[in-house]
């Protein structure tokens, strides 16, 4: 009796360890997945922007730059290495990114869990904070207003926003 209640209570000490490391691994891929679509988001360059273009820009047609170095870098540094990092490519700007833990479940009761590796999977998109109106005149000095979550602006360009006030990033679900 003592030892089947030894027993148990190892394998429920297994599971926790397996789950512990699975944890970690979304922990990780989550933070590439943000990582990658930040980095791709921060490095769009607005200068230059016609009306239509940033039209293109906030309906979802003009996306960012790729942005994958940075989830490699995240995902490193929470104990993961990137197996695969992708854009999106179904009309969202964003990033999926599957990731698999550096170091595996380890040594328990369950024969066959010590090399086993947790592996995870998240995806991150860039979204508008704000919708754009083109001007109605062709020669306008503005392209076009905004109009974002908390305030309106006509766009100026030669004094153009910040894209973390444009977009936001966030987790999702796919």
Known sequence: ???????????????????????????AADAAALAAAKDSRDRFVLDGLDGDGFGQLFDGTLIGEDG?????????????????????GDGRWGFRV????????????????EGDHAVATATAVVVPRCTFERADEEDA???????????????????LPDMSDLFKVRLTED
């Open 1 to 27: 009796m003592v030892a089947s209640l030894l027993f148990l209570g190892l394998a429920f000490f297994a599971v926790g360890q397996a789950g512990a490391t699975r944890n970690g691994a979304q922990s």
């Open 68 to 88: 994958c170095g940075a989830g490699h870098a995240y995902a490193s540094r929470n104990g993961a290495t990137v197996q695969s990092c992708d854009a999106l």
């Open 98 to 113: 599957t990731v698999r833990s550096q170091k595996p479940v380890g040594d328990t009761v369950l024969p066959g869990t």
């Open 141 to 159: 000095p503005s392209p076009g207003s905004l109009e974002c979550e908390d305030f309106d602006l006509d766009v100026d360009p030669k004094d």
